[in-house]
């Protein structure tokens, strides 16, 4: 149970008010800041890592266990980069200062990700994103008539068979004016289910090793063999799931045309995505 | 009462050639409530899964209101609802309220239609207050209130529970049989699939019993003999041990 915790994808709002901003706000805060922290200098660094210390705030803790892996990651990063630096010396600890920078970068990108991750509703991302390529497609439509949409129009008339050959009609609307849609109309899904599923194949990942572990099978230490057995079993547990997902998807009466809930942009809202992109352009 | 499901010669034949039903024939008509019951393997999911078209027949027809049932693919999503045995795998909102809006987004509710629809499925099943809370937070009792929950949103006429008490202590198979009275009670169609049957003994207004893909009981639960359950792997409801549940 203990290392259930350390689910680092899980979905954890606590009381921060960061859980009532727009998702495409955060979205866009996230990826400008990203940008910010991989090209900031130090002062600059440093407020920003400070920040996303501060943005931890009313999170729950446990979720941010995994910096242990960003701080590994960085140490081993830093020991490539300073040894053998080729003047016959084992180490050359002029490295260590720009190690430490990098190191700063992860973990301040770990820290805002982590919130962004532990705050926001996928679901509400994946409809943004069907929204948008629903928009898109509508306007590629209007502007240049694909194969398949020419396909589709003359569908509409009676005469086209589908490009695979098959005999069958594309279904269109009555107007001719689109195809009914299908699961590759509706990519939001794709990605909710996808991001939905990493915290469940991490559970699946600790209920299979702790299994493995009353056996007398740790995952963990150098038994390779071994490891690629129950990780062929995760492979396997994650397909099931998946499928069932799928099932259950099915019988709730799945449709690739969905109702989208699209929350609008309040003030508050605007300012999280401004200030970053402005501290972008500036510096 | 007018007729919702009738399988006819209804076959499955496994890829290994095992048959998971052979010629069932029965018919299930609207506001019944019934229970099917059988040993593991006996062909009750299997069968169900055919009456909400998840498998297709090797032989024989399956009808939901009169046609062939995988002509009617959609009608069936819109009034059969359908809860799992592995709830885990049919959750999929990261809140409770959203994953029980699922169903009705995808019939194309929005807005406060849409939320006034998910506080009303959570009342129903037991469940107002829990709408943001996140299921992997939830009890095994509570899980399974979510994926009926998340059914009932879809205001389906019929609802058929794969295994509903699995896993469940006293006071979550008291709520789960609490809602399937009331829902029974409003006339909706229930078929609860369980081979604990001494939990379903009193509600349920007919028993079908499968065993080995056979239809070997079909009738009033009371008027089974005890042959049949023993004969059926099925522990039997007229002892004094369930006291508890079978009180109507």
Redesign the interface.
Known sequence: MARQRLNPFA??PGASPLARLHPVAKLIFLLAITSLVMKSGVTLLLALALAATVLQWGLPLHGGASIGFVLWLSLFAAIVRGVLPGDGRLFDPATLGPSAYYALRLVAVFLFSRAFYATT???EIGDWITAGWRLLRKALIRIRPSRRTGNVIASARGSVTSPGGTGDAIEVDTDGSAPHADIADDPGIFIT?TL?FLPRIF?LYTRIDEAGEIRGIRLRRRNVLRSLGMLQQLVFAGMR?AY??S?????????P?????LRPFNAADWAVMAVPLLLLLLF | MPELFRAENLCHVFPDGRKGLDALSLSISDGECILVAGRNGAGKSLLMRHF?G?SRPTSGMVYFRGVPLHTSI?RV??EV??V?Q?T???I????VA?DV???P??????GKE?DALVERALEEANLAGFASR?P?TLSGGERRRLALA??LA?SPSCIILDEPFANLDLPSVRDVLEVLTRLRSEGKTIIVLTHEIEKMFRLASRMIVLDAGNLVFDDAPFSASLDIFDRCGLACPYEDHFPWLVRG
């Open positions: 979905f954890e509703r996928i679901a289910l939905l559970d799931q069932r997902t099932l259950a998807m099915e019988v709730r009466g799945y449709n045309d969905r109702a989208l809930r | 909400v998840l959609p999503r819109r609802g359908y799992f592995d885990e795998s049919q999929f909102g990261q809140t959203e809006a699922f169903g987004a995808n019939l194309g509710m929005t849409l996140r992997h998340g059914v879809m």
